[in-house]
């Protein structure tokens, strides 16, 4: 029979599982936006300009719903699209300054995000907590 610390160990990865899930959904309905899509808009950030086709390759994400993506975002005005002038076969997709503001809008919604979540958590536990996360993710890198 396993003592009720064991039972509570041997769930830390569906606990983190869920933890994850549950912080993404909150976080995402109150930014207003998807996953998905602010992936889209954090790989222009860092990338710059890139071809729909280098996008999809970056995100993993079948060619179809990049379109899709890329089309209504354009639209809403938080991307911009061009043909590639190298290459017609190409659409050059890259960050305007609506996508700019809303990653940082977002970047402050994380940040008052946290701050509630970490509420009555001290600093010396945050710290633990980091420190003990560190660890499980340079043991994931090594698998």
């Known amino acids: 029979m396993k003592l009720p610390h064991e039972r509570e160990i041997g769930s830390l990865s569906v606990m ?16 207003g936006m998807s996953l998905s899509r602010f992936l889209v808009l954090h790989e222009l950030m860092h990338a710059g300009e890139l ?14 719903l990049v379109t899709r993506f890329v089309k209504d975002m354009e639209q809403a005005g938080l991307i911009t699209r061009r043909v590639d002038p190298r290459d017609n076969r190409f659409t050059l997709v890259a960050l305007a300054a609506a996508g700019r503001e809303t990653l940082e809008k977002m970047k402050t919604l994380r940040e008052a995000s946290e701050a509630q979540l970490l509420d009555g ?8 907590m980091v420190n003990i996360l560190r660890r499980i993710q340079e043991n994931i890198s090594r698998w």
């Open 16 to 31: 983190l599982s869920h933890l994850h899930r549950d912080m993404s959904r909150m976080f995402f309905q109150h930014a």
């Open 51 to 64: 071809s729909q086709t280098d996008l999809q390759r970056r995100l993993g994400m079948e060619g179809a």
């Open 121 to 128: 958590v001290s600093k010396k536990e945050q710290a633990i």
